[in-house]
DNA sequence: ACAATAACCGATAAAAGATTCGGTATCCAT
DNA sequence: ATGGATACCGAATCTTTTATCGGTTATTGT
């Protein structure tokens, strides 16, 4: 019997943080957008990975926060645009950051992975 | 009939990142280690949002990824300590960028998150 | 007319993550 | 010897997030 759920606490900036940025494709959706991949189907492109649904799902939680805006044209292709906000610009220092550090610690986390599947 | 599982992309400085300190509790363990709370229940005491369990389980996967050490004396009380790591200790500067985003947004993401319930 | 591309959405399944509960063991103070 | 504090752990279960599938609508090129 389960009676607790525990609320979020937004009084702290690392949790209002990742609440906004915190997802698994977010940033990558941010970074994908930062360097000129600005349509659903063009970000998918760049990042196959993650599916087309998921990407525009995430679109639609960035745009509701305020961290893209949506341009729509009605031309062919059926043009939409999303561009980063000045809110969204600003989390751009964090994601080169946490990029950089992935990069430079990539190896020594592979290996460590590694380690732990083997135990398993 | 699902068929595909995506696998983790570990050639992505920011998907490394998340792997390591994307959690839900991951960067606040950390900060509270930082900030001198380096034994679980003290961790605890320091955030008790979360369970003590929960602190438990980060703790060991910190552990396993190599972001923190663990110290344990036998005194009383017993005593376990947990300490960053050189690994541990670069994410710091990432942390603390978070935090400061978040602290300069909290107006505004609360703002938002209000609209959205609203329309819920 | 038909295939291809783009954008998007709803429902549902699965995986991941977080939480609760109930334990163990040790040591100290009363 | 009893109660409180510390540090753990296993298992069940809940919650949240992500993934898959199967659509709709619109436009262009052939």
């Known amino acids: 019997m389960y009676t607790k759920k ?3 606490d937004l009084d702290c900036g690392l949790r209002i943080g990742f609440k906004i940025f915190g997802g698994k494709w ?11 991949f600005t349509r659903p189907a063009e970000i998918y492109r760049s990042m196959p990975d993650a599916t087309l ?19 729509s044209e009605d031309v062919y292709p059926k043009k ?12 751009l220092p964090i994601l080169s950051q946490i990029d950089k550090w992935g990069t430079e610690h990539s190896a020594f986390v592979k290996e460590k992975l590694q380690e732990l599947d083997e135990v398993q």
Do not use: P
Request: glycine residues 6%.
């Open 6 to 8: 525990i609320e979020e």
């Open 80 to 91: 939409t645009e999303y561009r980063l906000t000045n809110l969204g610009k600003s989390i």
């Open 26 to 36: 977010k940033m990558c959706i941010l970074d994908a957008i930062n360097n000129g």
């Open 53 to 71: 649904r998921v990407i525009e799902m995430q679109l639609a939680e960035l745009l509701s926060f305020g961290v893209v805006d949506k341009y």
